[in-house]
């Protein structure tokens, strides 16, 4: 089927404006990650989720950002009050499960969705 | 500290050169570590797993627990494996990206 789909492909905000990103994972995948890709900082891990599982927020950068899973599939991320330093690209990923026989699955990557706030 | 480290930003080599993307880890452990790659308009995907020890592209790398480096290489690059090239380290649940090595092959 489909592979992870994300929306917008290009978001451009003012500062101080609030933003939601969304991520369509691939269906039956139980885990989905969120990342920030941006120049000199490479790939930065945001947050988790597993099947019914708390999230891992281990990786927000600030209160302002926040996302949500619901039903288990479709899941958005919000970034409040937008600050130009949040200008990235945000990618979403999905996996079937996180682990199979005790080895780490194949993340499964989104176009991303390039954020530029003015 | 779980920490993925790739020391260069931009690899420059001319076609039919060695590659060689270097990759260092930290982990307190028996690591998994993988090599992900994203070709210019395209997303990101899997390029290797250290577990698989299989040769993908031409691409191997191997896991030196003494020196704990997973470089990635190639003996001949082509034009085509230009791309952004990221190492990765499972944490728990998840994986620890390096900051990505850009390699650009010249014809």
């Known amino acids: 089927g489909a592979g992870v789909s994300q929306s917008p492909s290009n978001k451009v905000t003012e500062k101080g404006k609030d933003v939601e990103l969304r991520c369509d994972p691939i269906?039956?995948?139980?885990?989905l990650y969120w990342y920030r890709q941006s120049l000199g900082q490479g790939l930065e891990f945001l947050i988790y989720?597993?099947?019914?599982?708390?999230?891992?927020k281990s990786g927000l950068p600030s209160d302002r950002f926040s996302a949500e899973r619901t039903g288990g599939s479709v899941s958005t991320l919000t970034i409040q009050r937008t600050q130009q330093e949040d200008s990235a690209v945000y990618l979403c990923?999905?996996?079937?499960?996180?682990?199979?026989?005790?080895?780490?699955?194949?993340?499964?990557f989104g176009p991303g969705t390039r954020l530029t706030v003015l | 500290a779980q920490r993925v480290t790739q020391p260069e930003k931009l690899l420059s080599v001319f076609k039919g050169a060695p590659v060689e993307l270097k990759c260092n880890y930290s982990?307190?452990?028996?690591?998994?570590l993988f090599w992900y790659v994203q070709y210019s308009r395209q997303r990101l995907q899997l390029l290797l797993r250290?577990?698989s020890r299989e040769s993908i592209k031409g691409f191997t790398a191997d896991l030196n627990k003494g020196e704990t480096s997973f470089h990635l290489k190639k003996p001949f690059a082509q034009e085509e494996d230009s791309a952004m090239y990221y190492c990765?380290?499972?944490?728990?649940?998840?994986?620890?990206f390096g900051t990505g090595t850009r390699l650009q092959v010249f014809p």
């Open positions: 990923a999905s996996i079937i499960q996180a682990t199979s026989g005790g080895l780490y699955n194949e993340q499964f």
């Open positions: 269906s039956g995948h139980t885990a």
């Open positions: 989720f597993q099947g019914n599982s708390a999230p891992d």
């Open positions: 982990y307190s452990g028996s690591p998994e």
């Open positions: 250290h577990i």
């Open positions: 990765a380290l499972r944490g728990t649940d998840k994986l620890i």
